[in-house]
């Protein structure tokens, strides 16, 4: 199965989909921020490992907070991934943080100040 294969693009909206599910419903860790969200999933062609794209609204403190609460339910995300969607093999999950959206509302609001002092 190639990277870019429709199978794999297939099985990436399908783990990211389910993740989705599984960390807003399924984890009771007080340290995951209920302002979580799957922004992408990419599982590798052998379905072994798979890296989980997260975006955590809120401060630094709660996304580091909700990363390490998240790696240590990767057992239980991992099983309930497993029951969820019927694959060959069940991928290892490595969380990372995603900062694209942060990103973009930061260059938004410097757009909004530039043209803001342009108009005066």
């Known amino acids: 199965m190639r990277k870019n294969s429709v199978k794999n693009t297939r099985v990436n909206g399908e783990v990211q989909k389910a993740l989705a599910e599984i960390i807003r ?7 995951i921020s209920p ?3 799957v922004v992408s999933v990419e599982v590798s062609p ?6 989980a ?5 809120g401060e630094e403190q709660a996304q580091k907070d909700t990363l390490a609460g998240l790696r240590s339910a990767s057992g239980y995300i991992k099983s309930q991934l497993a029951k969820e ?3 060959r093999n069940t991928p290892e999950i490595t969380f990372i943080i995603d900062q694209s959206i942060a ?10 100040d530039v043209n803001k ?3 005066e």
């Not at 419903?25 to 340290?31: C, E, L, V």
């Not at 990103?103 to 909004?112: A, F, P, R, T």
């Open 103 to 112: 990103y973009g509302v930061n260059m938004s609001k410097l757009i909004d």
């Open 85 to 87: 969607i019927n694959l």
């Open 53 to 57: 794209w997260i975006s955590v609204l």
């Open 25 to 31: 419903g399924g984890i009771k860790d007080p340290r």
């Open 35 to 37: 302002l979580t969200s």
């Open 117 to 119: 002092n342009n108009k």
């Open 46 to 51: 052998d379905l072994k490992t798979c890296k």
